[in-house]
């Protein structure tokens, strides 16, 4: 799921973990250190440490983008076709879901009703859905859901380390095999990347497969990423081994973001992502100045590790 719309509550399907509340509610909450660790705030450490503050420890609002509420609406629509029987699972179904979900997702996130302010003929607005609707269409030739019955569905999950720290996330959806093997399947609705690349698109699938092993003792059958974008799947079997180092490499990335939280440094990492960063005027790579830090802060600890500079898995 796209980590720009995360901010539901659990009953709604979406994580709430550190930084990730709708703006409504982090404004009206003191400031406290992070106390758990989603793929996606995993990520923004990962590629900024400086984001990462921004977002979990100041809490800055962000607009919402047409891409990351397109996704949100395509999800919205993939959950919900399900919830009929197997036979009527169909593109004209799938299509017409768009419209409604759209309207839920308006009521529920009224800000994402601003992206088309500008639009009083409702012409952009009409080809926004009809992109959504694109997406949908495309998913039909990639997997067929009258052959499917999940058994979750935007399933929330959650689990505490040996070392306390809290992993959460929400998984789009969950198969289980007649014989018991699990697949974890995520909907991205972008293109799929380059093969380079491929293994930072799995550290999400990696990081839910990490936690349902924790949680069930047992370890995925398959990771799987359809990208409707492009029309392409993408899998990964993975092994015990893989969720070991995934659980290492998440250790020390808590650690690295324990070490920033009581320091106070939070280093930026300039990329060409920052290009569609919303806190430009926060950062010192463009001039900014970023908030008083909200929490307290002592020395760093000797031997401080490189922030947002994790090994491979």
Not at 125 to 152: C, K, M, N
Not at 261 to 285: F, I, M, V
Request: charged content about 30%; overall charge negative.
């Amino acid at each position: 799921m796209e980590s720009s719309i995360e901010d539901a509550s659990p009953a709604q399907g979406a994580v709430v973990a550190q930084g990730e509340e709708p703006v409504t509610a982090v404004r009206a909450r003191a400031a406290a250190p992070p106390s758990s660790l989603s793929p996606s705030r995993a990520s923004d450490f990962m590629q900024c440490p400086l984001l990462y503050r921004f977002r979990v420890i100041d809490r800055l609002p962000e607009k919402p983008s047409e891409a990351a509420t397109r996704g949100t609406l395509v999800h919205a629509v993939l959950e919900r076709l399900f919830d009929a029987p197997a036979a009527e699972r169909t593109v004209p179904r799938a299509r017409s879901l768009v419209p409604g979900q759209w309207d839920r997702l308006r009521e529920s996130r009224p800000e994402v009703g601003e992206l088309f302010a500008d639009d009083p003929e409702g012409e952009r607005l009409a080809r926004w859905l009809g992109e959504a609707e694109q997406l949908v269409e495309r998913w039909f030739t990639l997997e067929d859901p009258s052959r499917l019955e999940p058994v979750e569905r935007e399933l929330f999950v959650e689990t505490e380390l040996e070392s306390g720290l809290r992993l959460r996330g929400i998984i789009d959806r969950v198969d289980v095999a007649p014989t018991g093997e699990v697949r974890i399947v995520d909907y991205k609705t972008g293109k799929a990347p380059r093969p380079e690349y491929a293994e930072g698109a799995l550290f999400q699938m990696k990081f839910y497969a990490l936690v349902v092993w924790r949680l069930k003792n047992v370890v995925p059958r398959r990771l799987q990423l359809v990208y409707l974008g492009s029309g392409d799947v993408l899998t990964y079997d993975p092994v015990l081994a893989d969720l070991e180092r995934v659980e290492r490499k998440l250790l020390a990335l808590w650690e690295a973001i324990r070490q920033a939280t009581e320091s106070g440094e939070w280093r930026p990492r300039p990329t060409k992502l920052c290009g569609w960063c919303d806190h430009q005027a926060h950062c010192p790579e463009f001039g900014g100045t970023p908030p008083p830090y909200p929490l307290p802060v002592r020395p760093a600890d000797s031997g401080e590790l490189p922030q947002g500079r994790m090994g491979a898995d």
